[in-house]
C-alpha cells in the first residue's frame, strides 16, 4: 500500500464510510477503489483515468486535489494530457511574441503616417479660413446696400403676418408635443439569457446575460455530492445534498465572474440560476457532470 493510498483508506474509515458507500457517491466502481487504496493503477483504463478517480476519490472524503496531486506526484501517474497542454502553452506562447514583434516594426510607419496626415490637416483649415475672411469682406458690403433696401418692405410684412405666426406657433407647439409622446418608445428591460455555449465530455459552459445578480441554488430530489467553486477554485459549499433533510443549497455570486459547479448525481440534482432552472446540455443520465457559468455583465 502506498502513502496516498494509506492516507486516502485512513480518511475513509475515519469518516465511517465503506467501499460500497463510496462506490455510490463517486459512481466509480469498486476495485478501482480498492486499487487505489493499494497502490495499483494495472486494472485501470489510462493515467487520464488514475489521476480523475483519484481527483473524486479526494472530493468525496472533503479532501483538496490539489493538495494530494502536490503531496503525491511521485505516487501518481502523470497525464498524457498534461504533456500536450504543456507544449501547447509553449507553441501559443511563441505566436504571441512573433506577432507583437510584427505589431511593434509596423508602428513607427503607423505614426509617420498620422503625423503627415495631422500636418495636412492643420494647412486646409488655415487656408480655408484665409480665403473665406477675404471673400465674406468683399460680399459684406454688397450686401449690406441690398439689405437696406429691402429692410421696409421686410418690416411691412412682418408686421401683417404677426396675427398669423402666433396662431400658427400654437397649433405647431401642439401638434409637436403630441408628436413627442408619440415616438418616445417605452423602456423594455431585457429577459436574462442562460446559454449553453460549449461542451466538452462531461463540462458544459454556460453564458449568463442581461441578469442583475448571479445567484446560484442546487436542488437535490434523492441523495447527490455536489460543490460550488469560482473561476479562481475557491469553494463555497462541498458536501452531500439529500432530500428530506439538507436538500439544497444557495450561494450568491454577484460579486464573481465564473461558477464551476461539479455534480456527483445529475439525474436527481436540479440547478437554478436567479430562479431560472438550468436545463442540462449532456443528459442527466451522465452522472457526473462539471457546469461552468461565464457571468457577462450588462456593461460589457
Known amino acids: 500500500m502506498t502513502e496516498l493510498g494509506n492516507r486516502l483508506k485512513e480518511t475513509r474509515l475515519a469518516k465511517n464510510l465503506s467501499l460500497d458507500d463510496l462506490q455510490t457517491?463517486?459512481?466509480?466502481?469498486?476495485?478501482?477503489?480498492?486499487?487505489?487504496?493499494?497502490?495499483?493503477?494495472?486494472?485501470?483504463p489510462g493515467n487520464f483515468y488514475v489521476r480523475a478517480f483519484i481527483k473524486q476519490y479526494?472530493?468525496?472524503?472533503?479532501?483538496?486535489?490539489?493538495?494530494?496531486?502536490?503531496?503525491?506526484?511521485?505516487?501518481?501517474?502523470?497525464?498524457?494530457?498534461?504533456?500536450?497542454?504543456?507544449?501547447?502553452?509553449?507553441?501559443?506562447?511563441?505566436?504571441?511574441?512573433?506577432?507583437s514583434s510584427k505589431v511593434?516594426?509596423?508602428?513607427?510607419?503607423?505614426?509617420?503616417?498620422?503625423?503627415?496626415?495631422?500636418?495636412?490637416?492643420?494647412?486646409?483649415?488655415?487656408?480655408?479660413?484665409?480665403?473665406?475672411?477675404?471673400?465674406?469682406q468683399t460680399l459684406s458690403n454688397d450686401t449690406q446696400k441690398v439689405k437696406i433696401e429691402k429692410s421696409t418692405e421686410l418690416e411691412k410684412l412682418n408686421s401683417d403676418q404677426t396675427a398669423k405666426t402666433d396662431t400658427n406657433d400654437s397649433v405647431t407647439n401642439k401638434e409637436t408635443t403630441t408628436t413627442k409622446k408619440e415616438a418616445t418608445p417605452a423602456p423594455v428591460t431585457p429577459k436574462q439569457e442562460l446559454t449553453a455555449v460549449q461542451k466538452q465530455?462531461?463540462?458544459?459552459?454556460?453564458?449568463l446575460k442581461n441578469?442583475?445578480?448571479f445567484v446560484i441554488k442546487l436542488v437535490s430530489k434523492g441523495q447527490t455530492w455536489v460543490s460550488i467553486k469560482n473561476g479562481k477554485q475557491k469553494t463555497f459549499f462541498h458536501g452531500m445534498l439529500i432530500k428530506g433533510k439538507t436538500e439544497s443549497q444557495t450561494q450568491d455570486l454577484s460579486t464573481e465572474t465564473m461558477a464551476i459547479i461539479r455534480v456527483g448525481n445529475a439525474a436527481n440534482t436540479d440547478i437554478y440560476v436567479n430562479d431560472q432552472k438550468l436545463e442540462y446540455a449532456i443528459p442527466a443520465t451522465a452522472n457526473v457532470q462539471n457546469i461552468k457559468i461565464q457571468y457577462v455583465l450588462k456593461n460589457e
Open 201 to 207: 465530455g462531461t463540462t458544459t459552459t454556460y453564458d
Open 58 to 99: 479526494a472530493e468525496a472524503l472533503n479532501l483538496n486535489p490539489d493538495e494530494i496531486f502536490e503531496t503525491y506526484q511521485n505516487e501518481i501517474p502523470a497525464s498524457h494530457n498534461d504533456e500536450i497542454h504543456h507544449l501547447s502553452r509553449v507553441k501559443t506562447h511563441k505566436a504571441i511574441s512573433e506577432r
Open 25 to 44: 457517491i463517486t459512481k466509480i466502481q469498486k476495485r478501482y477503489l480498492v486499487g487505489i487504496e493499494e497502490g495499483n493503477y494495472e486494472s485501470m
Open 104 to 136: 511593434f516594426d509596423l508602428l513607427p510607419k503607423v505614426l509617420i503616417g498620422v503625423f503627415v496626415i495631422g500636418i495636412a490637416s492643420l494647412l486646409y483649415y488655415f487656408i480655408s479660413n484665409n480665403v473665406g475672411d477675404n471673400k465674406n
Open 211 to 213: 441578469a442583475d445578480k
